[in-house]
């Protein structure tokens, strides 16, 4: 895992930390929708879990729920509001919200934009 | 008696390819547009590369056609865009992009047609709205939006070309089979169909259908409104 956060760091050229800092940030929204909503989701998630669609295990509702809470954790952690909204949000081959190691490189771009 | 001349937009495809096709086989002379280049042609068809909301290129546009034409009979605001998305996540660029097309568009149009229209004393202006409206559809806010500014439009340049003798009136299709809904999912479909007193999917006649009556010049004593399809 620290190897694909690795090849993630240098593909989208960001320190090695931010990236795991916004896939742990990621992870520990998923776990709290877990807790707080009773969302039904893998014991073990990494940046290779599905979000949304295909196989993922969250509904529309739930989706909106994470991205807004990871939109909030960003900028409490980063001190950078950015918008992870997305025109091709419900779109299955498009969506930035695929995976968790989608939607970081989604929200690590958004975050280099400022 | 000249045959008419009618403008539409968004012919490229769908419900506005079909219309130009239509109203062809009448007989009318039939102007069209889109962004993109049409792949299709026929006699008595001419097409512009022009974005609706792009004052520039429609007011060129115009030009064009009162150089060849001379007058304009008819609008049939067609051209639109639509977003699926719920609006926590939808980018204000798409809203942006959604208002231009559907509400700047449909207002340049009619603008520039009515100019030409009062000319002659004589118009007929069709634009589109949408059951996504009466329904209150969730996760098309923009979309919804943009459609129920189009019915305000409707409204109110009613009042405002009434004295030029130009109609302007709605049509407001339920799901046809387009470009518009082929991301939105089956289940989805089959519950706005529910909704409709006649629920099955609408055709590009039926639409057809409420456009002829609006053009009709029978038809001038109807102004400002919306017809809602499928029965809602």
Redesign the interface.
Known sequence: MEQAQLERAARLEVPHDEVRQVIELIIDNVNQLKDTQGLKAPTHLDSATALFGGDGFLD??A??TL??AVEQAIEERFGTNV?????G???QEHSPYRTIGALADYALKRLRAG | MDAPVTLITGTRIGIGRHLAEHYLRAGHRVVGCSRAPADWTREGYEHYETDVADEKGVKAMFSEIRRSYGHLDHLINNAGIASMNHSLLTPTSTVSAILATNVVGTFLLSREAAKLMKRKGYGRIVNFSSVAVPLKLAGEAAYVASKSAVVALTQVLGRELAEFGITVNCVGPGPLATNLIRSVPKQTIDRLLSLQAIPRMGTFDDVANTVDFFLRPESGFVTGQTIYLGGL
């Open positions: 529309s509702m989706l909106v991205v807004v918008s992870l909204a997305d025109p949000a419900m779109s």
